[in-house]
């Protein structure tokens, strides 16, 4: 970890009584409506299970992954039960148990769930009792959920007091060059159609983990480039990565030739030696439960 990363996070292990005298218990937001469903819950599970079925791309689930545990071991305590929400690969579970001496995994995709043995949910609609836990880890499923502010208040109540949320969540700044091509390829269509998911930005994390009802919010930034030979190699990746467009308001016909003509020759302009640079960004957070 970097220099600077690490004395951000020397934060959290802080001794409890320490810590107490900055939690603060922020009023807990209203109930947010959400009229128009900005993503297809039901997809989105389904393109989970595309991806186990074609063999994982777990790069990037893994480095979140390993960052959330190193990170963790800097904390002085020790954790009962922890939530972990999201298990692209069936050995998190058992990783975590070096961390939580029991583990619940959770997964919206029915695949991955069966894998590693956790029970299929969305966190939109998460069934865990009140107070239940005192870890939640979450990597790789808030970015496509249709209201995050309650998403992350569910989470709060699962949580014990003085307990600890962390995860990983897709940034502002991801796929900027995916983002270009699908609109050089609209503008070979004559439409704009959503393609790529709207991010949250790491300013705006931090405030909604306030507003959820948590205290001390970190926020790190981890860019995380990838070079491509073709568009077509970045998308075979985000199929692996169950991470295509699950957009409720995608269009539903196909791309003409002359489109995605058009959007690999996007994506390929000022390559250097043959090979496209592609940027995935991951907000790393963290924030606790205010103790009693």
């Not at 390993?66 to 998190?92: K, N, Y």
């Not at 107070?131 to 990597?139: E, F, G, H, K, P």
């Not at 709207?198 to 860019?223: H, K, T, Y």
């Amino acid at each position: 970890m970097k220099l600077a990363s690490a004395l951000r996070w020397t934060a959290w292990a802080l001794p409890t009584a320490l810590r107490d005298q900055v939690v603060r218990d922020p009023p807990l937001p209203h109930k947010r409506g959400v009229p128009d469903e900005l993503f297809d819950l039901r997809l989105a599970s389904m393109r989970r299970d595309r991806a186990f079925r074609s063999g994982p791309a777990l790069f990037l689930y893994e480095r979140a992954f390993d960052d959330i545990l190193e990170r963790l071991r800097q904390i002085r305590r020790s954790f009962h039960s922890a939530l972990l929400v999201g298990v692209p690969d069936p050995s998190w579970p058992g990783r975590l148990t070096s961390i939580a001496e029991e583990v619940q995994p959770i997964d919206p995709g029915p695949l991955f769930a069966r894998a590693a043995g956790a029970r299929r949910m969305d966190v939109e609609m998460l069934d865990v009792e009140p107070a239940s836990v005192d870890l939640c880890v979450v990597t790789g499923v808030l970015d496509a959920t249709n209201d995050l502010p309650a998403a992350l208040l569910r989470l709060r109540i699962a949580l014990r007091p003085d307990s600890l949320l962390i995860g990983a969540i897709p940034g502002g700044d991801t796929l900027p060059r995916l983002r270009s091509a699908m609109r050089v390829a609209d503008g070979i269509l004559g439409t704009a159609s959503p393609h790529v998911h709207p991010r949250i930005e790491a300013a705006a994390l931090g405030q909604l983990l306030m507003s959820a009802g948590f205290g001390l919010p970190v926020v790190d930034v981890d860019r995380v480039r990838a070079s491509y030979r073709s568009f077509s190699g970045l998308i075979r990746d985000l199929r692996a990565m169950g991470m295509t467009n699950v957009m409720a308001k995608r269009s539903r016909k196909p791309l003409t030739g002359s489109a995605v003509a058009a959007a690999e020759e996007d994506f390929l302009s000022g390559n250097i030696g043959g090979r496209t640079v592609e940027t995935f960004e991951i907000l790393h957070c963290a924030a606790w439960t205010p103790a009693e």
